[in-house]
């Protein structure tokens, strides 16, 4: 019997070189007041000063809130809500990375809706009401949430990053604009880009993927492996930055519909606990799970290994899978990502730390969509195998 599938996107794309130059129009056709939420960054480097222009030249009355950090708090929730409330805004507009855009989601479905945004983990009851519409202007090429279902915000009172996965995220409207990403320097080029390269790959294996979501993360593994070199030595390079950014976008179609794994399931308790940054603990952990899961997904990881590495054609599954994963090992080096044990993370924290971490990986549900389902045991091990793990090695993961 044939399944029925179902892809769900913002109502309007709008991607390319200044792109951005729309926003004044877009928002005009969405509502009468803007609340712009977003980041310092942004803020200091003039982005958030040239969509005020914009706003003007349309006669769009605003207002700010540009308190965001670098992983989105149930705070910024709470603090932007108030801006949007007292002002009285009716459209939304976020520009910066995935925690401004993460943020700005929330803000738009509480608005309307009752309660606080931890009501909605995990589904635990739908948004009964549509959001504010959002405008969502990524700034990094990375997280893909300006065309995703999702968003993820730590409550500070657990340290737990809660996830949300409902239609009502989705922004009304997405502009993608490269130039806006020539900004990033590059170590935030680099964990941006093995976020959205963790997104493509994860949807590719993961065991919701359909047959568009597999189009769309294949494209985008093969788009980003082929230019995030690039754009991290040569931030400069718009061919490689334009080539990135749809990229992104791509990956975050695909896994919005698909879903994210065990490198997600695993990677949000470590930026909830130690404060690292989204793309940085993806990172950390991308080649070892996929070491942790290369039996079980071998078919698909070689498919990917032919379509980035001509000389994998021929190679048998096994040949094809390993490949790949020294292929994203080098591309860690290459980007010079650090384990946790070099970022900082002390031993003795991360000890204590490490059973809780299991346990919110699993309560997050992304790991049952691995093709090898992990235990908790299971989790520990692959924590600390990650803890000090060594892009240079050859040898594969025995648990």
Known sequence: MSQVYQLLMPNRILYGRGAFNEIGNQARLLGNKV???SDPVMEKLGNVACCEDHLRKKALPFAKYTGVDTEPTDIHVKEALEVCRQEQCDVIIAIGGGSSIDT?????????????????????????????????????????????????????????????????LLPAVAIVDPLLTVSCPPPVTAATG???????????????????????????????MGNLRQAYENGNDIAAREKMAIGAMVAGAAFSNASVTLVHGMSRPIGALFHVPHGVSNAMLLPGVLEFTKESAKERLAAIARLIKPEAKNASDEEAADALILEVKQLCR???????????????QFDKAVDKMAADALASGSPENNPRVPTHEEIVQLYHFCYDYDFRSTHSISI
């Open 35 to 37: 609340l712009i939420i």
């Open 194 to 224: 093995i976020d959205a390269l963790c997104h493509a790959i994860e949807a590719y294996i993961s065991r919701r993927a359909h047959p568009v979501t597999d189009v769309l993360a294949l494209s985008a593994i093969e788009a980003i």
């Open 334 to 348: 290459d980007l010079h990502i650090p384990n946790m044990k070099t970022w900082g993370i002390e031993k003795e």
């Open 104 to 168: 700005a989601k929330a803000v738009a479905v509480m608005m309307v809706n009752e309660g606080t945004i931890s009501d909605y983990v995990g589904n635990a009851k739908p948004f009964a009401n549509k959001p504010l519409p959002l405008i969502a202007v990524p700034t990094t090429a990375g997280t893909g949430s300006e065309i995703t279902k999702v968003t993820v915000i730590i409550d500070t009172k657990t340290d737990v990053k809660m996830m949300i996965s409902q239609p009502e």
